[in-house]
């Protein structure tokens, strides 16, 4: 399994970014698709996930702001990010697992090498 991440880079508070994650290489079906991030110094935490049946999931803080959503015929992750603040600055992750979604980034088994976003 493979995941490639994309789409990070700076903007201004207040602006927009979307990242994209594609997968390949994995057994489609029962899986949870997630993006995680990781501020300088902080744990990595979730963000944003969905599931096999396309039920989402947000962390409190993005909420109403960012929107996860998967294009199943390009085996494609996005995470579409608005309203950006300068504490939303982190590497952000992708990563997918077998079985239901949960925020615990240690039962995710397969991950992108991350993509900067940087809010000033």
């Known amino acids: 399994v493979q995941l490639v991440e994309s789409g990070g880079g700076s903007v201004e508070a207040g602006g927009s970014l979307r990242l994209a994650c594609v997968v390949s290489?994995?057994?489609?079906?029962?899986?949870?698709l997630g993006w995680f991030r990781q501020r300088p110094g902080k744990e990595r935490e979730g963000v944003a996930a969905i599931a096999h049946d396309g039920t989402t999931n947000y962390t409190d803080s993005v909420k109403g702001r960012f929107t996860i959503s998967k294009d199943n015929a390009r085996n494609t992750l996005y995470l579409r990010m608005n309203s950006l603040k300068p504490e939303d600055t982190a590497m952000y992750y992708c990563?997918?697992?077998?079985?239901?979604?949960?925020?615990?980034?240690?039962?995710?088994?397969?991950w992108g090498q991350g993509t900067q976003v940087t809010v000033s």
């Open positions: 290489g994995y057994a489609y079906g029962g899986n949870c």
């Open positions: 990563a997918e697992r077998q079985g239901g979604c949960t925020w615990s980034w240690l039962a995710f088994d397969y």
